[in-house]
């Protein structure tokens, strides 16, 4: 996000002048990218099905970072993809043994292709996406009639346009539905409630509460409101269509507000969900920028699904639990190491850099707590599961398992780690920290930031241990 920060830092100093002036705003498009739903069962049943989870379960998180941060992602998936493992469905690609996939602005245009069309999907990515120009779909330019916009309009951008070009590009039309429709992996695309200051989950509980129909939902909508860079976008707009469906704040959320000793995390979220239940005529609409300002991981989606301590296996189901041995979940971190020369000066920056600086350091401080966090939850977790499958009868593990051969309530491994580009090696990391962060790539940075990805992963300390722990057949000699 720094090269668009420092856009529209430069947007926000002609804004003084622009602020005087009286300009008529062209018309904006920016009606609500929802629609009502006439009853919350109709979206029951669709988080995970029965089947979703093996004896081995794999999930990403894809960071922010505009297009760096799809191809360096990109680059992931393709690594991984060189790899099987001997499932109970036989050898599998790893690639198609993803169960869970988040993503943030950038890595949520990946996330979201990716759960739509699989691995077959890959090659399509990279030439209808990664080597396009998607700066195409919006206005970048640094111009009095854009400062005037911000001002008014609050961006440059409506939903006319980055969306727009997504769809026609990239996701042809898709909504939530093809996407429910082939059942795994489960997708998680986050962008920020600007209002609460928590991240926005485009999963079913959260459309539940506000009574509407994800399944309608375009993915092209979720992606560009998860990357809507504040100032270069204008917020889009979900709404709050009340209570009308019988849809409720789960008991868990409402914990979260009421109990002090509740996660931060969890219990801004929860008064966030209060709030727009409690006065829906007052609170219409959620307004949503970039996924990056509350959860540059995109790992809050499951971190909160981990709150709900009332069932110790959540979000899996009590027969997908008793399955799973090893559960690995990989962060995949774009990010960038600091930049500039005002370190050396006894000057202090100038009044942009140091916007600037705030920000970087305000976002990278919430990123790195956040992981921090994330992790001390999926330690929670395997702990949690561990001791509910070992408090269960020998009928209930029959019955949820279907078989007794081959159990053990303690044979459960949770491993979580962070892919970065200090795996690519200090040679690639210098190159990586110096590409901007936009939505266009030249034709040897792009190869170089995918190239590095799969350097990472391949060089990756945590994937190289769960790899050798587990039978597997890789199709690359990488790990020999």
């Not at 794999?58 to 191809?71: E, I, L, P, Y």
């Not at 769809?167 to 409630?193: C, E, H, M, Q």
């Not at 792009?446 to 241990?465: K, M, P, Y």
Request: proline share 5%; hydrophobic share 40%.
């Amino acid at each position: 996000m720094k090269t668009y920060r420092g856009a529209v830092k430069r947007w926000m100093l002609a804004s003084a002048m622009a602020a005087g002036l009286s300009a008529c705003a062209g018309s904006v498009l920016n009606d609500p990218i929802n629609q009502p739903i006439a009853h919350v069962s109709d979206q029951e049943g669709w988080p995970l099905g029965p089947d979703q989870f093996g004896s081995t379960v794999v999930g990403v998180a894809f960071s922010g970072g505009g297009m760096r941060a799809s191809a360096f992602s990109y680059g992931v998936l393709s690594e991984l993809d060189s790899y099987e493992m001997t499932t109970e469905r036989g050898p599998t690609r790893m690639t198609d043994m993803i169960d869970l996939i988040t993503g943030v602005s950038g890595g949520s245009v990946t996330a979201a292709y990716f759960g739509l069309k699989g691995r077959e999907g890959l090659p399509a990515f990279r030439s209808r996406f990664l080597e396009r120009n998607a700066e195409q779909g919006f206005d970048t330019d640094i111009s009095l009639a854009n400062v005037v916009r911000i001002v008014e309009d609050g961006g440059v951008n409506d939903r006319s346009k980055f969306p727009r070009w997504l769809d026609d590009n990239l996701f042809d039309g898709a909504t939530y539905a093809d996407l429910f429709a082939r059942k795994r992996p489960l997708v998680w695309i986050a962008a920020s409630d600007i209002y609460s200051r928590v991240p926005f989950v485009f999963e079913p509980i959260t459309f539940n509460i506000l009574c509407s129909d994800l399944s309608k939902v375009r993915l092209s909508e979720a992606v560009a409101a998860s990357a809507a860079v504040p100032g270069l976008f204008i917020p889009m707009n979900v709404e709050n269509f009340g209570a009308r469906c019988g849809g409720h704040v789960p008991q868990w959320y409402q914990r979260g507000v009421a109990d002090p000793n509740a996660p931060a995390t969890l219990r801004a979220s929860a008064a966030a969900v209060a709030r727009y239940r409690a006065d829906p005529e007052r609170y219409r609409y959620v307004k949503l920028l970039d996924g990056g300002l509350t959860d540059n991981f995109g790992i809050h989606s499951l971190a909160i699904a981990r709150t709900n301590r009332d069932r110790p296996f959540m979000p899996m189901t009590a027969e997908q639990a008793v399955r799973v041995k090893r559960f690995l979940f990989m962060v995949v971190d774009a990010g960038r190491d600091p930049a500039g020369n005002w370190p050396r000066n006894l000057a202090s920056p100038s009044g942009l850099e140091l916007a600037g600086v705030v920000t970087d350091a305000a976002i990278d401080s919430g990123v790195y707590k956040g992981y921090d966090y994330f992790t001390t939850i999926m330690r929670d977790w395997q702990a949690d599961l561990r001791r509910w499958r070992c408090s269960l009868s020998s009928a209930e593990v029959l019955r949820l398992r279907g078989t007794l051969d081959g159990w053990n309530c303690a044979e459960l491994t949770f491993t979580v780690g962070r892919v970065s580009f200090e795996d690519a090696g200090p040679e690639l990391k210098e190159q990586l920290d110096k590409v901007p962060t936009r939505f266009k790539l030249d034709p040897q940075t792009l190869e170089t930031v995918i190239s590095a990805g799969e350097t990472a992963l391949r060089n990756n300390a945590v994937f190289r241990l769960f790899i050798r722990k587990g039978p597997r057949r890789a199709l690359t000699a990488s790990l020999q």
